[in-house]
Structure formats: structure tokens, C-alpha cells
């Protein structure tokens, strides 16, 4: 594609097909849980177009998928606006890192590509950007970068609602394990150190004992209790020299939630 | 229809958060408390979430009992992906050992 037009706009549309092309690869990886997500998803209280509508319009797959958890559960919109809240923060982190590549930016720009803000697209993006001097950066190759994941975001989603749908069976307990096996599958590699598995464990703990308290306040205690027991952890190993530097234990910390 | 409220509510809180920044500059910083607590978030959400729906599928108290499929699968998948660290092979493997489960008990 860019080849055709590469004479008219040579820069732009090279950065952008580099960004989209650079991202393949986290796309195969979104593509079965794009999937996963529009099929459990279909088989919930959700009517198929609310649920293409929170893809079109979020593009967030983890708070999607809690949303998706906590809707069945029965919370209170006040929980998921707040769950959602929480857990895409870190995006905060993303847009920290970046900012000085797109400080120099028309004001349009940076308005819009805020929207594209990914785990994936950082990652790819930051990889990028990271070799260049701030300020020489333009925004097509985190432009590309972030269609593109939005594109297949799209797709995998209707592929999961219209899979869903030919199955209504899989209404049953079955697809809530994939859910579960999906959430493992994205828990245990980021258990890297006791504090992550002592917060873990605090969080579930609690979440489960909890369990009856209305709107699913109960989730959202056990989440502050466990971030808490996470951190109590971390301030001890930074104590006993885990961590010798505060700017590059948030690196480090940035990049291995990049991944 | 009312999830379309949720929905919205949703895409502006992410929004704003993703572009906070961008647009105002780097005048929104985070304290390092902050930015370490956030490094808990996904952890602790997640497993939040899926212990009840394990531990008690049918709400209620706890099944701990080899009859609970959710619970046998689930310690699978913990296993499968300690060991191979492999998403698609753990969510596979132990749907797999979720759906024969549920077939012979």
C-alpha cells in the first residue's frame, strides 16, 4: 500500500505503514482474545451491537473483559466506571513516556492520538520513538502503530460475536472458564516476584470472602488491600537494596508491564 | 438501552486517561507511590475477579471439592503456564481439561 503512494507523501505514509508493520506481531497475539471477548461477550446480557459498540469506543481489551466479568456479576455502573478507572491507569505511564516525542505536536495530534493507547502500541511505538531524538518524531509511525491494533481489534471482535452466536450452547458455565483461563493466562507471567504473588493472593483472598457485598464493592476493597500488601513488599525490597535507584526501578517496572 | 450509558462512561474515562497527558503536558506527573502501587493494579484485579467464579462457580460457599471443574481447570492453567509461560497453549489446555471434566463428572 504505501509502495503505490510512497511518491506523494513519502515520509508520512512510510512512518505510518512502518508503525503498522511493526505491530503485526501484537496483533496475531490480540486476535484470539479479541475473539475470546466477542464470544463470551455474545453470550452475556450484552445485545451484540452494545458490545461492538465498547470495542469501537474503548479499545481497552483488559477493561473490557472486567467489565464484561462484572456485568454478570450484577455491579453497579459506579464499580465498573471506577474499575475502569483503575485499571487503565497505567496507560498515565504510557503517555508519560511518550510525551516527549509528541510535545512538539499540533494540538490536533495530540488530541487524537492519545485515543490509540495501547499496551501494544506503546510497546511498539516506544521501541521506536526510543531511537530518536524528541522533537525529530512525527506522529505516523505511532499513528500506523495504533490503527492498525484498532482495525484488528475490530475485526476479532465481530468474529467472536458472529462465533458466539452460531453457538448459543456455549451459553452455559462453560464460557465463563475461558474467561478465567484467560485472566490466568495473563496473571501468572507477570508473578515475577513474591510481592506481585503476596498481592495476588491478598486480592483473591479477600475478593472471595467479600463476595456478598453489594455493587461488588467487596472486588474493589480487595483490590486496594492487595495493591497495598504489594506495596508494603516493595518499599521492604527496595530497603534491602533490591531496587538501588528510584528512576530506574520505574523503567524497569514501565517496561515489563510493555510486554 | 442502558449499557450504552455504561459503554460511554467507559470510552470518556479511558479516553481521559490516555490523553491527559498528551494534552496538558507534563504538568500531570505521578508520585513514585503512585506509579508503584500502579504496577499492582492488573494482578489484583484480575485474580479478584476470577477466585469467587473458581473457588464458588455456583455463588455460595466455596466448592473445594475435585467435582468443581472451574477449580481443577483453573489449577491447570496455573500449571501450564508456569511452566511454558505460552497464553494460547494454557487458555487451550486447560479449556480442554475444563469441557472433559465437566463430560465425566
Known amino acids: ?259 | 438501552m442502558k449499557y450504552a450509558l455504561l459503554i460511554l462512561g467507559m470510552a470518556v474515562i479511558t479516553y481521559g486517561i490516555r490523553s491527559a497527558v498528551f494534552v496538558f503536558g507534563e504538568r500531570l506527573s505521578f508520585p513514585p507511590v503512585v506509579r508503584m502501587a500502579l504496577n499492582f493494579v492488573p494482578v489484583t484485579v484480575l485474580t479478584a475477579i476470577i477466585v469467587p467464579m473458581t473457588f464458588a462457580p455456583h455463588g455460595g460457599a466455596a466448592e473445594l471439592t475435585w467435582r468443581n471443574s472451574q477449580l481443577v481447570a483453573a489449577a491447570v492453567a496455573v500449571v501450564v503456564c508456569a511452566v511454558t509461560r505460552k497464553p494460547l497453549l494454557t487458555i487451550a489446555v486447560s479449556l480442554a481439561v475444563f469441557f472433559v471434566w465437566q463430560m465425566i463428572v
Open chain 1, 1 to 259: 500500500m504505501n509502495s503505490t503512494h510512497q511518491n506523494h507523501q513519502p515520509g508520512n505514509l512510510a512512518e505510518f505503514g512502518a508503525g503498522a508493520r511493526d505491530t503485526i506481531p501484537m496483533m496475531v497475539g490480540a486476535a484470539p482474545f479479541g475473539v475470546i471477548f466477542g464470544t463470551l461477550a455474545a453470550t452475556g446480557p450484552l445485545h451484540a451491537w452494545s458490545v461492538q459498540l465498547m470495542s469501537l469506543v474503548v479499545f481497552a481489551g483488559s477493561a473490557q473483559f472486567i467489565a464484561l466479568g462484572l456485568i454478570a456479576g450484577h455491579a453497579s455502573f459506579a464499580v465498573i466506571w471506577a474499575t475502569t478507572f483503575i485499571v487503565n491507569l497505567r496507560h498515565v505511564l504510557y503517555s508519560a513516556t511518550l510525551a516527549p516525542y509528541v510535545a512538539h505536536l499540533p494540538a490536533h495530534w495530540r488530541w487524537t492520538l492519545g485515543a490509540f493507547m495501547t499496551d501494544e502500541v506503546f510497546a511498539v511505538s516506544y521501541a521506536h520513538y526510543q531511537r530518536r531524538a524528541p522533537g525529530e518524531t512525527g506522529p505516523y509511525y505511532f499513528l500506523g502503530s495504533g490503527v492498525s491494533m484498532y482495525v484488528n481489534w475490530q475485526i476479532w471482535t465481530v468474529a467472536g460475536l458472529l462465533f458466539g452466536s452460531a453457538f448459543p450452547g456455549l451459553q452455559s458455565k462453560g464460557l465463563d472458564f475461558a474467561m478465567v483461563a484467560t485472566f490466568i493466562a495473563i496473571i501468572v507471567p507477570q508473578l515475577v516476584a513474591l510481592r506481585f504473588v503476596a498481592a495476588a493472593l491478598a486480592a483473591g483472598v479477600l475478593s472471595f470472602a467479600w463476595n456478598d457485598w453489594p455493587y461488588k464493592l467487596g472486588l474493589l476493597v480487595a483490590v486496594v488491600v492487595g495493591v497495598a500488601v504489594g506495596m508494603l513488599l516493595s518499599t521492604r525490597a527496595k530497603d534491602s537494596t533490591q531496587r538501588p535507584a528510584q528512576r530506574p526501578a520505574q523503567r524497569s517496572a514501565e517496561m515489563e508491564r510493555a510486554k
